[in-house]
């Protein structure tokens, strides 16, 4: 079970939250000019990295707000939390998923946010 | 005891050959589907000259980490005859590779909880028979004839309100199966190399002509891509992406008991499904973990809620005690269908998106995969599961019948 640090509640349980896949990815701006293989690219196709992934998160049994979320797909290691909106915090551009992370909301040792 | 004592090594079923420099086909992962995948271009397209690289060993994936669930009972026509057409083949298989890889035929029940589940069940019961696909839908009382250590009192959170049962379906040890392959392929030239962990391809162009591994460059006119939950990973090394989502399924098995359950019971409303092994052992799987991950295992809530399911439901079994736990890497599609085609590299395909319950496909998806890799055109029956279909609309949504369960 993971303990995940909402931003607004501290460390919670797992089971209190919901997944939401992929962060960052906006609805396109002009849906009706999108190719075919474009609508598909922004319905199916999301990243599936291999190392630190940005998601989102929902606290829905708790503050019921959104939150995106830095972690590792393989040791599970919870990196940083950030509000929707903002960039990732481990770089400074968005597009690959591969480059070490260098932390700036820096999660404590219990977990927690504040 | 002095060595003297101990018994002759068994025989080897397979090689341990070093990677030659070049082959006319490479299949990269050594699971069911890259092992079936080879003995098929070997034995029905005569390509022998073919290797599989496998970066841990043989069946170390998912292959040996389900719950060996067969059955073909699946909704929609393009879905029903492959999983059917894979049935058919597991029906021959350990004749035609000489193993007794213990094919059960027992049956598969498909339990019913709520309004919507009967009649997505009776539906799909109406579809398979349409498919020759056998199947019969069962009242409560027959659910416990056939089954008599279910629960199907109105006592629990879901009483069970009937179920979908395929009599043909069953299950078989996984990891023979693994085993029977490898032997026949072995004997038909394959050449199948552990530890040799695909790190790149090699292009010319947009065509494929080699691939890197940590044992060197290998030359091969055609590459398959069988690495089930690295697919994506191994699609962004060649520049494509895939329309998969990685997540860790996980399951179970408890000590060994006296034979008490006769068939395979599967229930994706309450997320558990139970058989017991030859051996005695009762083996459970449980449902995905909700999120994406690559770690080999799972969130132990999930593996509580499927307990407290298979207790609710088999009270028999609140004193058998869990043996172990695992979880392997499932690649998820939105349609819950798999991809078997062409890809936008020359000369390289892909198996993938089998998810939660590839290991039915096993015998069908080698057969078309081979077939698709030797022609460079899809066999009739994986021509519907092209990866194009996610641009043209034509998704094959197998959610009822596959969803949570296998
Ligand atoms: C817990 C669990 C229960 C399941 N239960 C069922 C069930 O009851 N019925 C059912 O039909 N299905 C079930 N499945 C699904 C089924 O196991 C899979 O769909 C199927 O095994 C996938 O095909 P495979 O056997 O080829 O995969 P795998 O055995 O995972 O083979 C892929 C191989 O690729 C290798 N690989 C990856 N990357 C590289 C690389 N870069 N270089 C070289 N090799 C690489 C991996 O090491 C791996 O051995 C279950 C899965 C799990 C995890
Ligand atoms: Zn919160």
């Known amino acids: ?114 | 005891m002095t060595t003297e004592h101990l018994p002759e090594h068994p025989d080897f079923l397979w090689r341990n050959p070093d990677p030659k420099k070049s082959y006319d086909a490479v299949i990269v992962g050594g699971g069911g589907h890259g092992l079936a995948t080879a003995y098929y271009l070997a034995k029905n397209h005569g390509m022998t000259n073919i290797a599989i690289l496998e970066k841990g060993w043989l069946a170390g994936g998912n292959m040996a980490r389900n719950t060996t669930i067969i059955r073909s009972n699946y909704l929609w026509d393009e879905s029903a005859a492959i999983y059917e057409h894979a049935l058919k083949l597991w029906e021959i298989l350990p004749e035609e590779l000489e193993y007794d890889f213990l094919f059960s035929q027992r049956g598969v029940m498909n339990l019913a909880h709520t309004l919507g589940d009967v009649r997505e069940s009776v539906r799909r019961v109406g579809a398979n028979k349409l498919n020759g696909v056998d199947a019969e839908w069962l009242d409560p009382q027959q659910v416990k004839e056939l089954c008599p250590i279910l629960n199907i009192n109105d006592n629990i959170r879901y009483p069970v309100m009937g179920a979908t049962y395929q009599p043909r379906a069953g299950i078989a040890k996984h990891d023979h199966v693994a085993w029977a392959f490898a032997r026949k392929c072995d004997e038909l030239g394959v050449d199948i190399i552990q530890n040799c962990e695909v790190t790149g391809f090699v292009k010319d162009g947009n065509k494929v002509v080699g691939v890197k591994t940590n044992r060197g460059t290998i030359n091969t006119e055609k590459v398959g891509l069988c690495a089930a939950g690295h697919s994506s990973v191994l699609a962004e090394m060649a520049g494509f992406r895939l329309p998969i989502q990685s997540h860790p399924l996980q399951a179970l098995v408890s000590e060994l008991h006296e034979p008490v359950h006769p068939t395979v019971v599967m229930s994706n409303h309450v997320h558990v499904y139970v058989s017991q092994a030859h051996k005695g052992e009762l083996v459970m799987g449980a449902g995905v973990d909700s999120y994406n991950g690559y770690g080999q295992r799972g969130s132990f809530h999930v593996i509580e809620h499927q307990m407290a399911a298979a207790v609710e439901l088999f009270p028999i079994f609140a004193r058998a005690h869990v043996l172990r736990t695992w979880g392997g890497i499932v690649d998820t599609t939105l349609d819950a269908s798999p991809i078997v085609g062409t890809t936008p590299v020359e000369n390289m395909f892909v198996n993938c998106g089998w998810g939660t319950g590839g290991f039915k496909g096993t015998p069908a998806a080698g057969l078309t995969f081979a077939h698709t890799i030797a022609t460079g055109e899809p066999h009739k029956l994986n021509k519907p599961f092209a990866l194009e279909r996610f641009e043209t609309g034509a998704l094959i949504d197998e959610h009822g019948a596959a969803a949570v369960a296998h």
């Not at chain 1, 906006?26 to 293989?37: F, M």
């Not at chain 1, 939390?81 to 260098?102: I, L, S």
């Open chain 1, 1 to 114: 079970m993971l303990l995940i640090p909402c931003p607004n509640c501290g460390p919670r349980d797992e089971t209190e939250f919901h997944y939401g896949g992929q962060a960052h990815v906006a609805y396109p701006e002009n849906p009706a000019e999108l190719t075919d293989r474009e609508w598909a690219e922004y319905l199916f196709y999301r990243d599936n990295t291999k190392g630190a992934f940005a998601e989102r998160w929902l606290h829905s049994t708790g503050c019921r707000q959104w939150f995106n979320m830095l972690r590792d797909t393989v040791t599970y290691d919870i990196q940083a939390v950030y509000p929707m909106g903002q960039p990732r915090p481990d770089k400074e551009n968005t597009a690959t998923g591969t480059t070490a992370p260098t932390v700036t909301t820096p999660v404590s040792p219990e977990g927690a946010i504040k």
